[in-house]
């Protein structure tokens, strides 16, 4: 597809060049960094917006700018690489929107790249945005909007006025303007439609952290500290809420699966059991030895727990077990104490009841070796005979740790749930959507 | 490809046609608007000097589109009071003929298409929304916009020009499409946006300090 090399070189059209001009108003140099795509350009010294297309740039607007006006952080002419594309700063522009009596400021930075369309940052104490210019058509419904497939929320509906002006634009810049803004989030993106009455335009803004502006733009110092929530600024544990909660329910799962594992594969072996036939007359006797020893059964394996259970035919009645577990080899012995009672009736709020047949307790930390129960039971004297029955076991599962570690994990859960639901309140307080307060009305 | 040589009627110069489709071209030289006949090209104007380019694309720069080369062979430049914006004409390999829009650096390649009854211009309002091939445009921006010249080839005759309005249409999916009303008959064109870096240009402008 070449042409050929028949033809002389040509002249070609006149090449764009950063051009140095005086303004018409005060005299003080004009610099148009743009290489003509700017439209409007501002007087630095006498806050002239001046017509960029023009070779006299004629004076379009001029406006009274405060000597407190705030210097752009980044100054025009800066040039940095954001994304991987390098850009120029060519214009900055100071904007408010008044909410309830309240005026809100925030600015606007213009970058420049020849063969890149324009980008822009913004910056609200201290909180940064990337945003470029929309391709594709969000479609809104109501209260939301659907962009490239992801929904945002709207957030804030406002009238956008321009107050300050500097550097250049590429297009008819006026202070005083306005434009109907609507926001809409998904954070960290912001999505923001601008009304006029030509045009709306929609613009996508990415949460950019002020350091990483530092170094884009080789800033000298540091950024300043970004002061509250911003409304698509990322929530420090927004992401981490989903996550813990997803660790959580798999490690609430494993541990149940534990539970069960341990509990099919617990040898549970049953080192003694016996049945015995409590007679309250042996205790009427004031004297009489009531406590008997069991015979010897065998604890076997590495030092571990032992249960003892009883089952008592109790029905409106108690029976008391004073036990000890003693080593026949050792003449170590635990002692201990275990009601069995179980009681049941009618009242005027129904039917009750209160305990049960059945009462285990664990041992913990018992060696292996040769042992005997000597127990002593004591009972209801209105019950001359109780049945009851005395099991021991040895190496049971204790899911008592199982319910701490569930503990353990359930409480950073709650507490960054509780964390992000905070952040996110302090973002909506300032949208259109303030949350309901509770309480307090610490304004 | 043909490429149909002849000499410029007002200069002398020689006119080469890179595009074998290509009614009109500009001569280079001297600048006049040449329109190809039958049997010899014609002057019918002169283009006036054009304001310095901001676009990084010239004519000769190539790219790539859906995997196809092109390369660009002529352009009209239009301006509006926020702007101006330029449709380079692009030919892609195998002869079809496309237009590759640069608006303030925002790219999008579009094609001619057919579609039965276009609105008229005093019909259109924004927000509107039109089907055309199973796809639906909605109206965003309507630009009475002026014609500022012409430069290399173009498919059809498109000179003395003073106003024209287009109504450009966007999609939920980066496609989008025009409606040209330079002509009394509505011209559309559908096409879609493109990133810079995706149609790998060369032969671009270069910009000084950049």
């Known amino acids: 597809m070449s042409t050929g090399s028949q033809t002389p070189p040509l002249p070609g059209p006149p090449k764009p060049q950063v051009k140095a001009m005086n303004c018409p108003s005060c005299g003080a140099a004009i610099v148009l960094r743009s290489l003509g795509h700017a439209e409007t350009v501002v007087c630095a010294s006498c806050h002239s917006i001046l017509d960029a297309k023009d070779p006299n740039l004629q004076v379009l607007q001029k406006f009274e700018a405060a000597t407190s006006e705030v210097p752009p952080m980044i100054p025009l002419g800066t040039r940095g690489k954001l994304k991987g594309t390098d850009y120029e700063v060519i214009g900055f522009q100071r904007r408010s929107i008044k909410v309830e009596g309240v005026r809100y400021d925030w600015h606007e930075y213009v970058l420049f790249n020849p063969y890149k369309p324009i980008r822009y940052l913004s910056e609200y104490q201290g909180h940064w945005n990337d945003i470029t210019v929309c391709k594709e058509l969000p479609t809104a419904s109501f209260g939301t909007v659907v962009y490239l497939g992801e929904v945002y929320k709207h957030f804030q509906s406002s009238d956008a006025n321009t107050n300050f002006v500097l550097g250049e634009f590429p297009w008819q810049v006026r202070v005083g303007e306005h434009a109907a803004v609507t926001e809409y989030i998904k954070p960290p993106r912001v999505l923001a439609s601008e009304k006029t009455a030509n045009e709306v335009t929609w613009s996508l803004g990415e949460y950019i952290y002020g350091s990483e502006i530092w170094k884009a733009f080789n800033l000298p110092g540091s950024a300043p500290e970004a002061i509250g929530v911003y409304e698509n600024q990322p929530s420090p544990t927004s992401t981490n809420v989903k996550a813990i909660w997803g660790t959580f329910a798999a490690f609430a799962i494993l541990l149940f699966v534990m539970v069960a594992g341990f509990d099919v594969a617990s040898p549970k072996a049953v080192a003694f059991e016996s049945s015995y036939v409590f007679t309250s007359s042996a205790s009427a006797d004031p004297k009489g030895e009531a406590s008997f020893v069991t015979d010897i059964f065998n604890l076997e394996g590495r030092t571990s727990n032992v249960k003892v259970s009883t089952s008592a035919a109790v029905d409106n009645s108690w029976i008391y077990l004073n036990y000890a577990l003693i080593n026949q080899d050792t003449g170590q012995a635990w002692d201990f104490g275990r009601e069995v009672s179980y009681y049941h009736g009618y009242d005027s709020d129904g039917s009750w009841t209160e305990g049960s047949n059945h009462d285990s307790v664990i041992i913990p930390s018992v060696p292996s070796g040769h042992y005997y129960l000597r127990i002593e039971p004591e009972g209801d004297a209105r019950h001359p005979t109780i049945p009851y029955s005395v099991e021991v076991q040895r190496d049971v599962p204790v899911f008592g740790f199982f319910g701490l570690a569930f503990l353990a994990l359930l409480i950073p859960a709650i507490a960054i749930t509780w964390k992000s639901m905070s952040f996110e309140r302090a973002r909506w307080a300032e949208s259109d959507h303030p949350p309901i307060q509770i309480g307090n009305s610490d304004d | 490809m043909s490429q149909p040589v002849s000499n410029c009627p007002n200069c002398g110069a020689k006119i080469v046609f890179q595009w074998s489709s290509s009614v009109q071209t500009v001569c280079q030289y001297c600048k006049s608007i040449l329109v190809r006949t039958d049997v010899d090209l014609q002057k019918v104007g002169q283009v006036a000097d054009l304001p310095p380019d901001t676009s990084p694309i ?39 003929s496309a237009w590759l829009s640069d608006a303030q650096n925002e790219y999008a390649v579009s094609f001619a298409a057919n579609a039965p009854n276009l609105p008229g211009a005093n019909q259109l309002r924004v927000g509107q929304s039109f089907t055309w091939n199973n796809q639906v445009y909605t109206l965003s921006v309507i630009t009475p916009a002026h014609y500022r010249g012409v430069e290399g080839e173009l498919p059809f005759q498109y000179w003395d020009k003073t106003n024209v309005t287009f109504a450009d249409f966007r999609t939920q999916t980066g496609k989008f499409a025009t409606l040209d009303y330079s002509d009394p008959q509505p011209a559309l064109y559908l096409g879609e946006f493109v990133e810079f870096d995706d149609l790998k240009l060369k032969n671009l402008r270069s910009f000084e300090g950049w």
Do not use: P, S
């Open chain 2, 58 to 96: 010239q004519l000769n720069t190539e790219g790539i589109y859906n995997k196809k080369a092109f390369v660009v062979i002529g352009r009209i430049l239009y301006e509006y009071d926020q702007g101006g914006w330029n449709e380079w004409h692009i030919v892609m390999n195998g002869g079809v």
